[in-house]
């Protein structure tokens, strides 16, 4: 749904899956939904879903930042970063996708300072 930008339908599967057990709960359908509302230009329904997910791992967070970044947003997808930084779990640290993400909001912004700060992760 998400890559053919089927809002209507992507929406109504969410409706399904909170209606049959809450399974956007799970990292993997909550990290899906994510990014088939940032796809979809929902940052809102994004947030939401991303809000509600009890635990949250790296393609959550890289989803939600991914999802800013592209739709305009970066100042909100550098917050999402230094969110997921202060977290500081494992499970949650930042892989190469999450970083590019990070230089590229960076690269929008003009924000040099954050990137070479960002560099430092890499």
């Given at each position: ?66 999802g ?9 997808g ?24 990070g ?20």
């Amino acid at each position: 749904c998400a890559e053919l930008s089927w809002y209507d339908v992507g929406s109504f599967v969410h409706g399904l899956v909170f209606k049959h057990g809450g399974f956007e709960r799970n990292c993997v359908v909550g990290s899906s939904f994510v990014y088939f509302y940032s796809k979809c230009g929902n940052l809102e329904g994004a947030c939401n879903v991303f809000d509600e997910m009890p635990e949250r791992d790296v393609v959550a967070w890289t989803a939600i930042i991914s999802g800013h970044v592209q739709n305009g947003e970066s100042e909100r997808g550098l917050e999402y970063l230094c969110k997921m930084h202060s977290v500081g779990s494992d499970d949650e640290k930042p892989n190469p996708r999450t970083l590019e993400c990070g230089f590229q909001a960076c690269a929008n912004l003009g924000a040099l300072k954050e990137g070479r700060c960002l560099h430092g992760f890499a």
